[in-house]
């Protein structure tokens, strides 16, 4: 049985965690499936609980930027990004510490780690409280759209995990913007909640990880989570859709298209953010709605690409992309 524990029961989820139990917890962007980073075992019931290929590394998440930089090298880019950004939804890989606590199975082996101070108030209290770097991959089954209620978390890890910390609904709504800054220019490896334009304000210029394409092409890819196919629903995804079949189910940007069987909207005023909070709550709806009233696949609107648009287009490009 997997317990359900509202905001004010963060110490239980503190003591679970310390004992090597998993607690799924809401972050400002998704819900994250929270182990133990420093307990091999721990760690090695994350994988096995979200069913994840073991060459794909996990974000190691803290109370502040001190207790990260505890367990990685940061550089002067290192420290003014997170002066700026954390906490929030931007996450950084470093080389680790000869000292790192971080169990090597979380970093996948490698000699890098991703770190994250999250800006959830329930997060971060419960992080200070566990008193150890929390391991947290998207509280979902590995390939499938990612959390952002609590519901989500237990439709996918009901049983399998401890317990679920309630925090309502994630107001960002896509994951972190993973950036590496192990090589001499900072990389792009993930669009996400911080745009890419933020960071370039601060950083100068960001290289970009090689785009979908090429990448599944090259399968060279820098960062595992970069897979192709993801975030993926059960019914096939067609996008830049500019009219809608009737059998299709409609994920509508802007003003909707007539003529779907049924349809979510993102932002009817066109609001990337709003837009970014309602995308994963939007795909599980159509996914489950489309498929009792028979429709053959979801039809998805096309969305800008600036700003969170980046984020929304590369989730949305994984869930459309052919299935392993
Ligand atoms: O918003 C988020 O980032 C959420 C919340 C829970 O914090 N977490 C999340 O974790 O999305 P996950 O495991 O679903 O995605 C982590 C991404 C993957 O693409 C992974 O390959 C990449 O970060 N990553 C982790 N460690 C890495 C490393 N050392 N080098 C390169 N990429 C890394
Ligand atoms: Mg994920």
Redesign the pocket.
Known sequence: MTARLGPGEVARAAALLRQGALVAFPTET?YGLGGDATDGQAVAGIFAAKGRPHFNPLICHYPDAEAAFADVHADDRARALAARFWPGALTLVLPRRPTCRVDLLAGAGLDTLAVRVPAHPLALDLLRQAGMPVAA??A?R?GQV?PTTPEHVLDGLSGRIAAVLDGGACPVGV?STVLDLTGTGPVLLRPGGVEAEAIEALLGPVGRALPLAAAAASQSLRSP?LMLS??APSLPVRLGARSVAADEALLAFGPALPGAAVAWSLSEGGDLREAAARLFAGLRWLDAEGARQGCARIAVMPVPETGLGVAINDRLARAAAPRP
């Open positions: 998704v991959p998207s979902n590995s990612s994951e989570g993801h975030y």
